[in-house]
């Protein structure tokens, strides 16, 4: 059977307040997810807006590399 793969983006959510109230028990399905899971923080540079995320993830692009600033559409 073929390997299945679930990418899941929290957009605004504070990473640090998932860590600690994971840790004090206070999200257990957090908790299982980050120690079950690959996981890492999207950060993203001052100069380009939130915007650049979603593009930069579904294209596998750096936001320097998609010749748009603010808001994009992909291209499909």
Request: charged share 20%.
């Amino acid at each position: 059977m073929p390997r299945r793969l679930a990418v899941l983006g929290f957009d605004a959510l504070d990473v640090d307040l998932v860590l600690k109230w994971s840790a004090e028990g206070r999200l257990p399905a957090f908790r299982q997810l980050l120690g079950e899971s690959a996981w890492c923080r999207f950060d993203l540079p001052a100069e380009y807006s939130s915007g650049m995320v979603w593009p930069s993830i579904t294209t596998g692009l750096a936001p320097s590399q998609q010749q748009c600033f603010g808001r994009c559409r992909i291209q499909t």
